[in-house]
């Protein structure tokens, strides 16, 4: 028991010889409220009001550029691209990121000039006025606030690819090819009028076994599969009778130079009757069918208004 109490009383002493104070972390401070203001002033667009929090000899980096030798953008430059983002962007803001705050460090090493560096965690929005991208993305900034209160310097951290959506917006591209004849589509209509004859076996078997199935008058998080639907499908029938399935207009079929996609979209009217009141009811529907290139149904998406069905 001695050797343990020892030993405990060495490591408890070896951590405390190893660590060693090198400043403050402020909770409240002057260079959090200048660094508010300035992000207030950077929203606005307000470039005489950046201009003065700013000192001459400011410069601003890119925290994720691999430019290791960058020397960073001056005062003159970098202001000009604090306009851009009020210009170009509707609903722009700058927010603390949901649970964040901002601390102030103030350093004792290597600081002989009495700066204090900011870090905040803020959340960027807004929507570009051109293309309508809208941007929401996580930020990180350090400033680097004087003692007479200028900001010396920021260091930006934010994912680049934000702005990809919008640069590949300026130009018209293609993405693909509709189709208004296609086996897919073919395989569409076979499983829906195979439905309508409550021929259920062979509905089904038009989906790949692990295809998946939203419905937008449920958990659309929580897909059913194809055992389930079959089920609630079965159930369906047992409450009401199928008159007929009217399509409206012609299926697309949609094949997607980006990411391989292929869908079907279809729009169909059903005629049904609830059995429990002989209610006829006219339910309206639009059918999203993602396709495999074997040609099996992989999901779909269903949209109509589940209220209709209701007593």
């Not at 409550?198 to 659309?220: Q, T, V």
Request: a negative charge.
């Amino acid at each position: 028991m001695k050797k343990v109490f020892v030993t405990l009383v060495l490591m408890t002493s070896c951590l405390t010889f190893g660590q060693k104070k090198n400043g403050t972390v402020y909770l409240e401070h002057p260079a959090i409220d200048l660094v508010a203001e300035f992000n207030e002033a950077f929203v606005r667009g307000d470039t005489a009001k950046i201009a003065s929090m700013l000192t001459d000899d400011f410069k601003s980096f890119n925290g994720v550029g691999d430019n290791v030798s960058s020397k960073g953008t001056g005062k003159a430059r970098y202001i000009t691209s604090a306009y851009r983002w009020s210009d170009e962007l509707d609903y722009f803001s700058i927010s603390d990121f949901p649970g964040s705050y901002p601390d102030a460090i103030e350093y004792k090493k290597d600081n002989k000039d009495g700066d204090v560096w900011v870090q905040t965690w803020d959340l960027l929005k807004g929507v570009h006025k051109e293309t309508g991208v809208k941007f929401t993305s996580p930020t990180h900034d350090l400033f680097l606030v004087t003692k007479d209160g200028k900001i010396k310097s920021v260091i930006h951290y934010f994912d680049p690819s934000i702005f990809d959506e919008m640069a590949q917006s300026f130009a018209d591209r293609t993405n693909g090819t509709i189709y208004n004849h296609h086996e897919n589509i073919n395989t569409v209509r076979k499983a829906v009028y195979a439905f309508e004859n409550s021929d259920l076996e062979k509905a089904m078997g038009f989906y790949g076994d692990d295809a998946m199935f939203y419905n937008i008058n449920y958990d659309i998080n929580a897909p059913g599969n194809k055992d389930q639907v079959k089920a609630a499908r079965g159930e369906f029938l047992d409450n009401f009778e199928i008159e007929a399935i009217e399509m409206i207009g012609y299926p697309d079929y949609l094949e997607y130079e980006m990411d391989n996609g292929r869908s079907v979209l279809s729009w169909w009217n059903m005629h049904l009757v609830r059995k429990a009141d002989k209610k006829k009811i006219i339910l309206p529907m639009h059918i999203n069918n993602g396709f495999d290139e074997e040609g099996k149904i992989t999901d779909e998406f269903i949209y109509y208004n589940g209220g209709l069905l209701e007593k």
